[in-house]
């Protein structure tokens, strides 16, 4: 069973920068045949989708609301996904969730998606 574990969260204050990373543990289907998505859910609303990215880190996706600020990428031999954030916004506060796809291709559609972790929070103050 593949473990997901998020770290990097934390306080920060608008126009700052956070780097969230996501490290791959356990037995399955190795990390490296994998996309990987982050996702985030603020309170109150759904779980939304951030942005992904495919196995060989040759496609990428993003929010439209992340897209120009956000960078996602992945090292295979560390079995880990990054999720750099930057000029962060009050709006961007939520727990952020990273997740493995069951396909090779990145995907925005949760359902798609068949590990999760267990979220780290951000918080952006004014």
């Known amino acids: 069973q593949v473990q997901l574990v998020e770290s990097g969260g934390g306080l920060v204050q608008a126009g700052g920068s956070l780097r969230l990373s996501c490290t791959a543990s356990g037995s399955g289907r190795a990390f490296s045949s994998r996309a990987m998505g982050w996702f985030r859910q603020a309170p109150g609303n759904e779980r939304e989708f951030v942005s992904a990215i495919s196995y060989s880190s040759k496609g990428t996706l993003y929010a439209d609301s992340v897209k120009g600020r956000f960078t996602i990428s992945r090292d295979n031999a560390k079995n880990t996904v990054y999720l750099q954030m930057n000029s962060l916004k009050l709006e961007d506060t939520a727990v952020y969730y990273c997740?493995?796809?069951?396909?090779?291709?990145?995907?925005?559609?949760?359902?798609?998606?068949?590990?999760w972790g267990q979220g780290t929070q951000v918080t952006v103050s004014s």
């Open positions: 997740a493995a796809a069951a396909y090779y291709s990145e995907t925005s559609d949760q359902q798609d998606y068949n590990v």
